[in-house]
């Protein structure tokens, strides 16, 4: 395998890595850690194959994902901010209005205006519960990637 074909493989690792686990915390270190790099190799790296830095793509991603939610699922906008990752209800409703052009609510309430009715919350909820074999371990030295 080429030193190139090596770079895009770890980054890649790491972009998949951020679309499972797109609404936990995550810092560049951890993703740099996914990506078996050091922290600037990582940025540089992901920006020259994918067009915009981590903290940019995670974002987009997270927005994403709260436009699916906030078509579908009868949740709030404070829930949805807070199921996609965002700790800051303000931080959320700013970057969702640059990347869409509409407030959270103003897109909910234009989308939803000839859908079908929402699921309710608690079954989002409900199905997207962790089970035994599916939740993180939280064990001393069980790193992200590993």
């Known amino acids: 395998m080429t030193d190139r074909a090596a770079v895009v493989a770890q980054v890649r690792r790491a972009k998949d890595w951020m679309d499972a686990h797109y609404a936990e915390p995550l810092d560049?270190?951890?993703?740099?850690?996914?990506?078996?790099?050091?922290?600037y190799h990582f940025m540089?790296?992901?920006?020259?194959?994918?067009?915009?830095?981590?903290?940019a793509y995670l974002t987009r991603r997270r927005i994403e994902r709260a436009q699916d939610l906030l078509r579908s699922v009868n949740l709030t906008v404070t829930e949805v901010c807070l199921a996609v990752g965002f700790t800051s209800l303000g931080t959320f409703?700013?970057?969702?209005?640059?990347?869409?052009?509409s407030s959270p609510s103003e897109y909910r309430a234009r989308v939803r205006s000839d859908a079908p009715p929402p699921v309710p919350g608690c079954y989002l909820m409900m199905w997207t519960r962790p089970t035994a074999g599916t939740a993180h371990s939280e064990k001393p030295g069980d790193a992200p990637g590993q």
């Open 28 to 39: 560049v270190d951890a993703l740099a850690a996914v990506a078996c790099c050091s922290r």
């Open 44 to 55: 540089r790296s992901f920006a020259a194959a994918y067009g915009e830095s981590p903290k």
């Open 93 to 101: 409703s700013r970057r969702f209005a640059e990347i869409t052009g």
